[in-house]
């Protein structure tokens, strides 16, 4: 079984080192940070497979380092925070974070966080639906070999969770998912974060979309959920 490398970022020392003792009891590999900018420094040397990323840091805070790292990698990012507001969490998640966490935080909900955001890193777009390795809608391309989108011939940074619902909704276009039926199908766990679709739809329509607030391909059908177009 391969190991895992997990990057916990945190200027509270304490944290890091309890988040180290549970993940290394997990059988995960943890490296350590305690700013933005050792972050960065480290993801350049390691192979990082998640990070658990503090916002507010010195030097660097978490909100620009998840902007930078975006910039080149689409590793999960698991935003941690003494902030419970839904600001917060929502600015997070455009920010490029996959998941959110607050202290304090059971840790038996950080390791299941982390198994989670994994599996979908490490499976990424195994859904039983198509055998299909190019899937299309209009301009839009999918390779699922690659894990890739292209709009127009161009090739469109996404992560793999905007990766894995686009799938979802391109493999059955027309159909129409709810927002409770995404979450389940692409977090592969009971529905419980709305928001949490919400923002990433938000995120697919603003790389995808000429006019996002008059989308062409990513439908949202009033009162019931979200559609590609046919």
Known sequence: MEQYNILVVDD??????????YLTHEGFKVFKAYDGLEA??????????LI?????????????????????????????????????KILG???????YITKPFNPLELIARVKSQLRRYVNLGNYKGTTDEIITAG??????????????????KITPLEYKILKLLMTYKGRVFSIDEIYEKVWNEPSYNTDTVTVHIRRIREKIEINPSDPRYLKVVWGIGYKIEK
């Not at 509270?12 to 003792?21: L, R, Y």
């Not at 998640?93 to 998941?99: E, S, T």
């Open 12 to 21: 509270e020392k304490e944290i890091v080192d309890a988040i180290d003792i």
């Open 40 to 49: 960065l420094e480290i993801l350049s040397e390691q192979e990082i497979h």
């Open 52 to 88: 658990i990323m503090d916002i507010m840091m010195p030097k660097m805070d978490g909100m620009r380092a998840t902007m930078k790292i975006r910039e080149k990698k689409s590793i999960p990012i698991i935003m941690l925070s003494a902030k419970s507001e839904d600001t917060d």
């Open 93 to 99: 998640l455009n920010m490029g974070a996959d998941d």
């Open 139 to 156: 301009a839009l391309s999918l390779n699922d070999l690659t894990k890739e989108l292209t709009v127009d011939g161009e090739l469109v």
